[in-house]
């Protein structure tokens, strides 16, 4: 364990729990994929990707659902919520992707870098002077969760 990027083994899984992984990793370093296959297949402008070692990702409750989205690569998912997982290459590869969103703790990945910058939507990139508003702010929101279960979600 070193202060910097300690390693830990990280849980993480689909929105309906039907698919679940636990991890081990060892630095804190993500990155944002922007090409058009990420965008089509996460119907979003971009993809925060964690690289890890296949060698040390283990799924506890079955593998995920896989689609050949390119000729090189295929992708993981959950057939029943729709909850993108993994980006991994077709060849054999020491490393995969897992998507920041799915881990239990996305909070501790820091992105290092932009990946295929050519399709990259420039006005998505710089958000940080947008003005801000909580869940609990949106009554058209929170007011559907207090009606349904009493509380907002976590
Ligand atoms: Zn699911
Ligand atoms: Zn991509």
């Not at 006005?123 to 940080?128: E, G, N, R, Y």
Request: charged fraction near 20%.
């Amino acid at each position: 364990m070193d202060a910097a990027g300690s390693v830990q083994t990280m849980t993480g899984g689909c929105q309906c729990g039907r698919i679940r992984y636990a991890v081990t990793i060892d630095s804190d370093d993500a990155y944002l994929c922007h090409c058009r296959m990420c965008q089509r297949a996460t119907g979003g402008v971009s993809i925060a990707f964690k690289s890890v070692a296949i060698a040390n990702l283990e799924w506890t409750t079955q593998a995920p659902d896989r689609y050949r989205s390119s000729p090189i690569a295929q992708r993981g998912f959950c057939r029943d919520c729709g909850t993108p997982l993994t980006f991994e290459f077709l060849s054999p590869d020491e490393t995969m992707d897992l998507t920041v969103g799915s881990f239990d703790q996305p909070g501790r990945f820091v992105p290092r870098h932009h990946f295929a910058a050519e399709s990259l939507h420039e006005a998505w990139i710089d958000t940080h002077a947008l003005p801000r508003i909580r869940s609990e702010d949106n009554p058209s929101t929170s007011n559907r969760w207090m009606d349904a279960v009493g509380k907002l979600p976590d």
